[in-house]
Every structure is written in structure tokens, then in C-alpha cells.
């Protein structure tokens, strides 16, 4: 029972920001950007879409080096780097529910109309959403090559420098 409420305490803490921020200011923080910005709407989706990937790897890559079996310390201090992340993916996913029209069409209001709100951006930039997808793949494939061509190689040590005879 303790188990249970706990994953759903810790699925509350994980969603409800997200859930909050985009009722509180997500559309008004898309709105107001969208309008402004370089390429209207479609600039912030690539904008957004290419710190995704950046934002995952920060709240994932720290989980990776976890090992409770060796150290709880060390675990706890590699969850607690990865929490960075975790908000900067939150911050990410407000901003990206902001553009979400509401399913219903009852729910579409004139607000939801008004330059800025969701509706908006979704009638003057129809391919919002596909602008910001293809622009997180494209910069995930480039991190991903870069990572293999440049990374360290499986199996592979660091060279020695030679000492020198003195």
C-alpha cells in the first residue's frame, strides 16, 4: 500500500508541475513568443525541438550512472544531478502543452482564438507540431553521430604519456 502511494505521489510530483504551469502561463508564454518571433510560430517550435534532446540527456544521463548495489551515497548524489534536468524537461513540456488546442469544441473560446492562444497558433502555423518533431530528431541524429565519431571508443584506454628519462 505504502509502495503504491508513493509511485503515485511520485507521478503527482513529476506531472503536476507540468499540469500547473501550463494552465498558470504555457499558452501565454507560447503566445506572447509566437507572435514575436522570428519565423512566427514555427520558431519557437524549433527552438523548443532542439533543447529536447539536450534537456533529456541532462535528466538522463546522470540516471545512468546509478548503482545502488556499490553506493547509496553516490546514487543519491547522481539523482540529485539529474534533477536539473527533470525541470528543464518540465519547463519544456509547459511550453509545449501551451500550443495544444483543447479536443472539444465547446472548449475552443474566443480566448482560445485571440492572438497567442492556442487555437491561434494552430490555424496560422498548421504544421507546428511537425516543425518541432523533425527539428528534435534531426538535432538527436546530430548528437548521436557526434557522440559515436568523437566519443570514446568501447574498450579503448586513454594512452599513457611516456615519462621522461631525466
Given amino acids: 500500500m505504502l509502495g503504491c502511494l508513493g509511485v503515485l505521489l511520485g507521478f503527482l510530483a513529476l506531472?503536476?508541475?507540468?499540469?500547473?504551469?501550463?494552465?498558470?502561463?504555457?499558452?501565454?508564454?507560447?503566445?506572447?513568443?509566437?507572435?514575436?518571433?522570428?519565423?512566427?510560430?514555427?520558431?519557437?517550435?524549433?527552438?523548443?525541438g532542439a533543447v529536447v534532446p539536450f534537456a533529456l540527456a541532462a535528466f538522463i544521463a546522470p540516471?545512468?550512472?546509478?548503482?545502488?548495489?556499490?553506493?547509496?551515497?553516490?546514487?543519491?548524489a547522481w539523482a540529485a544531478a539529474a534533477l536539473p534536468g527533470l525541470l528543464a524537461c518540465q519547463a519544456l513540456g509547459t511550453v509545449i502543452s501551451g500550443v495544444i488546442r483543447p479536443k472539444r469544441r465547446r472548449d475552443r473560446d474566443a480566448e482560445c482564438y485571440g492572438e497567442g492562444?492556442?487555437?491561434?497558433?494552430?490555424?496560422?502555423?498548421?504544421?507546428?507540431?511537425?516543425?518541432?518533431?523533425?527539428?528534435?530528431l534531426a538535432v538527436t541524429a546530430l548528437a548521436v553521430t557526434a557522440l559515436v565519431r568523437f566519443g570514446p571508443r568501447?574498450?579503448?584506454?586513454?594512452?599513457?604519456?611516456?615519462e621522461s628519462a631525466t
Fill in 154 to 162: 568501447p574498450g579503448e584506454r586513454p594512452v599513457a604519456e611516456p
Fill in 15 to 48: 506531472v503536476g508541475p507540468v499540469a500547473v504551469g501550463t494552465t498558470v502561463w504555457g499558452e501565454r508564454i507560447w503566445g506572447e513568443t509566437a507572435a514575436a518571433w522570428p519565423g512566427g510560430g514555427y520558431g519557437p517550435a524549433a527552438t523548443v
Fill in 117 to 136: 492562444g492556442p487555437c491561434w497558433v494552430r490555424v496560422h502555423y498548421p504544421w507546428v507540431w511537425l516543425v518541432g518533431l523533425l527539428v528534435t
Fill in 63 to 76: 540516471l545512468t550512472r546509478m548503482n545502488w548495489g556499490a553506493s547509496k551515497v553516490r546514487s543519491l
